[in-house]
């Protein structure tokens, strides 16, 4: 009987699964989990992030049991282990998930190279975007590789349909694939962290529930932070407990419905365009896996940002006085997510109010996010920054008083995260529908740690220089 081994990473899940569905045309499957140095790592910087991995492998591993095999883990270096691993089942090839991300891409191509050492077939597949990067690039009219616009790329995308593996049952796996380690534990990753159950089942209920409901009101819910309506599946999406495919099939089967106003049809579309986004930045990476450590745009390759800045600790913290910053800090160390709008304000407020390079933020969200997905995080970043995919003139520095009057007027958002302001009566402040700071009491709500235009002000004055340097040289070291 051939063995095919199938190594599981970020894709924690059997059904509609390009990888399975590799691996089955080469035998058996034995279902490997390799906990490494990296994913220890990853796991340990994020307590959260350990407690969801660690609930969604038992959940893998249970619906391998109902299927007569069981999740085998080992612990160790994952090319040694998985050749080892080969060697003793006698695999005619070892199959895995493709990475996105440059650390992941090198790991890939090391592991690549020790199970053709073996004499096994080495087989990545992408399973983690809903379309493949060689899909959308094959369907360009221009040549070149890959996107870095995203305009262009959702014209592609959105008239290419996903491939579909849904097909669990068919795939047949070993009943005992090799001894086992015990199923990774928080504990494992210094977390003494809960986070609510994870795996399969529970992802695909979340994804019924939100396009039964939210999902036709996505338009409201990514411009109103307190509600919280939007999909949540980031998480889901970055370790596979759900397949990116999934969930754009059965959005755009439910944009099918004749019934639907035409508000709830644009709110779909919305919904699917953030989609969209993933695949966009998972290619971006998958073709720059260098602007991993620098821009992508060339022209800001040498553009310095500080590495550190006097009110770094404050925006770490959630303390800088400006809410609707604080709020989408707090929300994250509370919960291990931030609300996507705010993301995007409190990564401004970073990169133009302090200067500070993105880098700084990335890394320090990273400790907290549950999501583990470094090219998505990038992509962001960067185009944040101004120095990624975006191919705005000029940097797009928000102002955080308009933001919070625009996707928090009264104030709710900020009330709900910050305690110190729960018992705040929404008012004037700053010139904007903001939240009326409570004075005295031993916990007080700091007042705005920068004047806001001022610094703005400042950052473009050294953006300008910049680009269009007076000497003819650019440069702001
Ligand atoms: C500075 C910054 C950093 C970010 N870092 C991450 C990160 O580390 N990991 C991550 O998964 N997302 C990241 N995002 C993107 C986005 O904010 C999150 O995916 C979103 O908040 C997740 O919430 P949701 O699942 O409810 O999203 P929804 O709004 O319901 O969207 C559905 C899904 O689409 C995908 N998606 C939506 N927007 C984006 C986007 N801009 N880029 C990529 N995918 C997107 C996500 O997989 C998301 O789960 C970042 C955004 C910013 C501005």
């Not at 920054?385 to 975006?390: I, L």
């Not at 031993?442 to 709500?445: C, G, L, P, S």
């Given at each position: 009987?051939?063995?095919?081994?199938?190594?599981?990473?970020?894709?924690?899940?059997?059904d509609?699964?390009?990888?399975?569905?590799a691996?089955?045309?080469h035998?058996?499957i034995?279902?490997?989990l390799?906990?490494?140095?990296e994913?220890?790592?990853?796991l340990?910087?994020?307590?959260?992030?350990?407690a969801?991995?660690?609930?969604?492998a038992a959940?893998?591993?249970?619906?391998?049991?109902?299927?007569?095999?069981?999740l085998v883990?080992r612990?160790g270096?994952?090319?040694?282990e998985l050749a080892?691993?080969a060697?003793?089942l006698?695999?005619?090839?070892?199959?895995?998930?493709?990475?996105?991300?440059r650390a992941?891409?090198?790991?890939?191509?090391?592991?690549?190279?020790?199970?053709?050492?073996r004499g096994?077939?080495?087989?990545a597949?992408?399973d983690s975007?809903?379309?493949p990067?060689?899909?959308?690039?094959?369907a360009r009219?221009?040549a070149?590789?890959g996107?870095r616009?995203f305009a262009?790329y959702?014209?592609v995308?959105?008239?290419?349909?996903p491939g579909?593996?849904?097909?669990?049952?068919?795939?047949?796996?070993?009943?005992?694939?090799g001894a086992?380690?015990r199923?990774?534990?928080p504990a494992?990753?210094g977390?003494?962290?809960?986070?609510?159950?994870?795996?399969?089942?529970?992802a695909r209920a979340?994804?019924?529930?939100?396009?039964r409901?939210p999902a036709?009101?996505?338009?409201?819910?990514i411009n109103?932070?307190?509600?919280d309506?939007t999909?949540h599946?980031?998480?889901?999406?970055t370790?596979g407990?759900?397949?990116?495919?999934t969930?754009?099939?059965?959005?755009?089967n439910?944009?099918?419905?004749?019934?639907l106003?035409?508000?709830?049809?644009a709110s779909?579309?919305l919904f699917?365009r953030a989609l969209?986004?993933?695949?966009?930045f998972?290619?971006?990476?998958?073709?720059?896996?260098?602007t991993s450590?620098?821009?992508?745009q060339e022209k800001?390759?040498?553009?310095?940002f500080s590495?550190?800045h006097?009110?770094?600790?404050a925006?770490?913290?959630?303390?800088?006085g400006f809410?609707i910053v604080d709020?989408?800090?707090?929300?994250l160390?509370?919960?291990?997510w931030?609300?996507?709008?705010v993301?995007a304000?409190?990564?401004?407020?970073?990169?133009?109010?302090?200067g500070?390079?993105?880098?700084?933020g990335?890394?320090e969200?990273e400790?907290y996010?549950?999501?583990?997905?470094?090219?998505?995080a990038?992509?962001n970043w960067?185009?944040i920054?101004?120095?990624?995919?975006?191919l705005?003139?000029?940097p797009r520095?928000y102002?955080p008083?308009?933001?919070a009057r625009?996707?928090?007027?009264?104030g709710l958002?900020?009330r709900?995260?910050?305690?110190e302001?729960?018992?705040g009566?929404?008012g004037a402040?700053?010139g904007s529908a903001q939240?009326?700071?409570p004075?005295g009491g031993?916990?007080?709500?700091p007042?705005?740690?920068?004047?806001?235009?001022?610094?703005a002000r400042?950052?473009?004055?050294r953006?300008q220089?910049?680009?269009?340097?007076a000497?003819?040289?650019r440069?702001?070291r």
């Open positions: 009987m051939a063995v095919a081994i199938y190594r599981f990473a970020r894709d924690l899940r059997l509609d699964h390009a990888g399975l569905s691996a089955s045309a035998g058996d034995a279902p490997v390799v906990v490494d140095r994913l220890e790592s990853r340990r910087s994020s307590p959260r992030r350990a969801y991995f660690c609930s969604a959940a893998l591993d249970a619906a391998l049991r109902e299927r007569g095999s069981a883990v612990r270096e994952h090319a040694a080892r691993l060697a003793e006698g695999a005619a090839a070892v199959v895995w998930s493709a990475s996105y991300d992941g891409i090198a790991a890939d191509t090391e592991l690549q190279a020790a199970i053709e050492e096994a077939r080495a087989i597949v992408h975007p809903a379309i990067p060689e899909e959308s690039t094959a009219s221009s070149g590789e996107y616009a262009p959702y014209d995308w959105r008239e290419l349909e579909s593996y849904e097909a669990p049952l068919l795939l047949s796996f070993v009943h005992s694939g086992s380690e199923l990774p534990q494992d990753f977390s003494g962290d809960s986070v609510p159950a994870a795996g399969a089942p529970h979340k994804l019924e529930m939100f396009l409901g036709l009101q996505y338009s409201f819910a109103a932070p307190v509600d309506l999909s599946l980031s998480a889901d999406l370790f407990t759900i397949a990116a495919r969930v754009v099939r059965e959005t755009r439910r944009m099918d419905d004749p019934f106003l035409a508000e709830e049809r779909l579309r699917q969209a986004m993933r695949d966009f998972l290619q971006l990476s998958w073709y720059n896996p260098q450590n620098g821009a992508l800001m390759r040498d553009f310095l590495q550190t006097p009110l770094l600790d925006w770490r913290e959630g303390r800088t809410p709020a989408g800090i707090r929300q160390h509370a919960t291990g931030m609300h996507p709008r993301r304000i409190a990564a401004s407020f970073l990169c133009f109010d302090l500070v390079d993105w880098r700084v990335m890394a969200w400790r996010l549950i999501e583990d997905d470094p090219a998505l990038l992509g960067q185009w920054a101004g120095v990624g995919a975006d705005a003139a000029y520095i102002n008083y308009k933001q625009q996707f928090d007027p009264a958002y900020a709900k995260w910050i305690g302001l729960a018992h009566r929404a402040h700053e939240i009326e700071l004075l031993a916990e007080r709500y007042r705005p740690v920068l004047d806001h235009d001022r610094a400042d950052f473009l004055g953006y220089e910049f680009v269009t340097p000497g003819g040289r440069s702001n």
